[in-house]
């Protein structure tokens, strides 16, 4: 996209607020008003000393408090409205960012990192307010005063005024060469600070890992590198900019120069003019020199304007996360897989011949390495990954055909990295769809989670804020959390990926129970790496490799001596020696 569709775009958010846009017009129009009026004000005056005008010497004060008067009514009355159009812009676009950012796949996701996409929200939705208003501030309040300066001079002596048009082309070509070079360099500046956004969330949220094996250094190290890119990014906008500006200004100097000296000489001017009228014609000229350097210098927030709303949209035009799905309808809970297949992006074969039926109400646990599959094959169940090939059906309907907002209403999950807000316990128990829920659902929830003990402990119960991330609770109290809340969905699917994992034994003793409870007429998907803690699922599914290689119940798969055999000794093994 071009720099001019990209500014024409950014020029539609505008629309809604045409009405501020011509109360700006108007306020900008006065304050123009008066500095022409400026200009007309010093013949006034030497007019009035030339003919001994004592009335009119009289009244010239009083005209110098009406038009400071007016020029303050003007500027205020412009700067409000332009500023109520570029925060209500900045406002509207980091809406639609932040919109699209919730819909997008999980895909994009794993291709940006997190740093980058709030610097695009925060960084560069405020860099965009420069191009649609800030700069529109300057072209409307300085181009205004320049056309209202030209027309003033023009009416004076308009041969004389044409000497300043000569360099138009010169200046223009000027600012187009100095235009792509800024917007290049805004373009760096915007990935540097992303780089630097990303380095900052990293080390916040890997403050422990930090800390305990003293990060310090290579963090400090890591961002310095970074602020310091941005940095040189930024000088070299900054000489861009510095050298532009003064070399238009140089060219209007000679213009300006050339001007003066013909006017000087009466007989070009013309014989008729008065004393006033020359010294006013000079003053206008003179004050075309603060309009013209603002014109030039608001380039260089165009262009970094430009840059960011190209990145901005970028995001915008992303297509949301693929929704074909038009079946909105309860679950039974029976899954089947017929020859699933799953490759990345890269043709890595991630699952390969995948065939297997989980009956509605049935507990299924997920065994295997790292890397075989497991984790994979949830992410397919809840959509955050497709299908490469086979079908995946739910109570013999394709998945596809479900809506995602069906399908995922109908599955809960409680997983090993519990994901909390800065929020209350209420509120992330009773979190987005479940915010409906009574109190007395919420309490009973917290109850079958062992969870109701620590939060009435808490300074204010359930309306305890619990920090970025719950980092005011133990790990274990997180994850009670996290069950609460899957309960209190209360999904006809329920996916546990190692959901007792950071809980003591006594806890575990107890939210397995309530899990149990909670697994009872729901189909159930375990993922789990402690093979004592799935014994009494109805089957269990070993993987490897991205294949199903055994299944059976705990004591067929004991028998058959294969892989699971091997897991479980190895796991024996392991508590054993951990216990002497």
Same mark, same amino acid.
């Given at each position: 996209?071009?720099?001019?569709?990209? #500014?024409?775009?950014?020029?539609? #958010?505008?629309?809604?607020?045409?009405?501020?846009?011509?109360?700006?017009?108007?306020?900008?129009?006065?304050?123009?008003?008066?500095?022409?009026?400026?200009?007309?004000?010093?013949?006034?005056?030497?007019?009035?000393?030339?003919?001994?005008?004592?009335?009119?010497?009289?009244?010239?004060?009083?005209?110098?408090?009406?038009?400071?008067?007016?020029?303050?009514?003007?500027?205020?009355?412009?700067? #409000? #409205?332009?500023?109520v159009i570029a925060r209500s812009v900045v406002h509207n676009l980091r809406v639609e960012v932040f919109d699209r950012l919730l819909t997008l796949s999980p895909e994009y996701y794993l291709a940006h990192a997190s740093g980058y996409l709030s610097s695009k929200i925060i960084y560069d939705v405020e860099q965009v307010a420069f191009a649609s208003t800030e700069a529109a501030?300057?072209?409307?309040?300085?181009?205004?005063?320049?056309?209202?300066?030209?027309?003033?001079?023009?009416?004076?002596?308009?041969?004389?005024?044409?000497?300043?048009?000569i360099i138009a082309p010169l200046?223009?070509?000027?600012?187009?060469?100095?235009?792509?070079?800024?917007?290049?360099?805004?373009?760096?500046?915007?990935?540097?600070?992303?780089?630097?956004?990303?380095?900052?969330?990293?080390?916040?949220?890997?403050y422990t890992v930090v800390k305990n094996y003293g990060g310090q250094a290579y963090e400090r190290e890591r961002f310095r590198r970074a602020s310091a890119e941005n940095l040189k990014r930024g000088l070299k906008m900054v000489v861009t900019s510095g050298l532009n500006s003064p070399i238009i200004q140089?060219?209007?100097?000679?213009?300006?120069?050339?001007?003066?000296?013909?006017?000087?000489?009466?007989?070009?001017?013309?014989?008729?003019?008065?004393?006033?009228?020359?010294?006013?014609?000079?003053?206008?000229?003179?004050?075309?020199?603060?309009?013209?350097?603002?014109?030039?210098?608001?380039?260089?927030?165009?262009?970094?304007?430009?840059?960011?709303a190209h990145s901005v949209f970028e995001m915008i035009d992303t297509p949301p996360e693929e929704d074909q799905g038009k079946l909105v309808k309860p679950l039974v809970g029976q899954i089947t897989?017929?020859?699933?297949?799953?490759?990345?992006?890269?043709?890595?074969?991630?699952?390969?011949?995948?065939?297997?039926?989980?009956?509605?109400g049935e507990t299924v646990a997920l065994v295997g390495r790292s890397g075989a599959g497991k984790t994979t094959l949830i992410n397919l169940l809840m959509r955050f990954q497709n299908i490469s090939s086979g079908q995946l059906l739910l109570d013999g309907v394709p998945i596809k055909d479900f809506t995602l907002e069906s399908l995922r209403s109908q599955i809960a999950t409680v997983g090993q990295q519990v994901i909390l807000?800065?929020?209350?316990?209420?509120?992330?128990?009773?979190?987005?769809?479940?915010?409906?829920?009574?109190?007395?659902?919420?309490?009973?929830?917290?109850?079958?989670?062992?969870?109701?003990?620590?939060?009435d402990a808490l300074p204010q119960g359930f309306d305890t804020l619990i920090g970025a991330s719950g980092m005011s609770l133990s790990g274990g109290q997180r994850q009670r959390l996290a069950i609460a809340r899957a309960l209190l969905k209360d999904a006809p699917i329920l996916i546990l990926d190692?959901?007792?994992?950071?809980?003591?034994?006594?806890?575990?003793?107890?939210?397995?129970?309530?899990?149990?409870?909670?697994?009872h007429g729901r189909t159930t998907l375990v993922i789990a790496h402690r093979l004592s803690t799935i014994e009494q699922a109805d089957r269990i599914v070993v993987m490897d490799k991205g294949r199903i290689v055994e299944q059976g119940t705990h004591a067929d798969l004991l028998a058959q001596n294969g892989l699971y055999a091997q897991l479980h000794q190895r796991e024996f093994v392991d508590v054993v020696t951990s216990n002497d």
């Open positions: 996209m071009s720099g001019f569709a990209v #500014y024409h775009r950014l020029l539609t #958010y505008l629309k809604p607020y045409w009405w501020a846009g011509l109360l700006a017009l108007l306020g900008n129009i006065i304050a123009a008003a008066t500095e022409v009026s400026s200009a007309r004000l010093i013949q006034y005056i030497i007019d009035a000393i030339n003919q001994q005008d004592q009335h009119a010497k009289n009244l010239f004060p009083l005209l110098i408090i009406i038009l400071i008067f007016f020029r303050g009514v003007g500027s205020f009355v412009g700067g #409000y #409205y332009i500023s501030k300057t072209i409307l309040k300085e181009g205004l005063t320049v056309i209202g300066l030209l027309g003033y001079m023009f009416w004076i002596n308009w041969r004389l005024s044409l000497m300043l048009i200046v223009g070509f000027l600012v187009r060469k100095a235009s792509k070079r800024m917007r290049k360099l805004a373009h760096q500046m915007q990935n540097a600070m992303g780089e630097v956004s990303h380095i900052v969330n990293e080390s916040i949220n890997g140089l060219l209007m100097a000679f213009v300006m120069a050339a001007v003066v000296w013909i006017a000087l000489r009466p007989e070009i001017l013309g014989a008729t003019t008065s004393a006033g009228a020359f010294v006013s014609f000079i003053g206008a000229a003179a004050m075309l020199s603060k309009p013209l350097r603002a014109l030039t210098d608001v380039n260089e927030k165009i262009q970094r304007g430009i840059s960011a897989f017929e020859h699933v297949g799953f490759s990345y992006s890269d043709n890595t074969a991630a699952l390969t011949d995948i065939n297997l039926t989980i009956n509605a807000f800065d929020q209350t316990v209420r509120e992330n128990i009773a979190y987005g769809q479940l915010s409906n829920k009574s109190d007395a659902e919420v309490r009973a929830a917290a109850k079958d989670a062992f969870a109701d003990q620590f939060i190692e959901a007792t994992s950071a809980l003591d034994n006594e806890s575990e003793h107890y939210i397995q129970q309530a899990l149990t409870h909670a697994m």
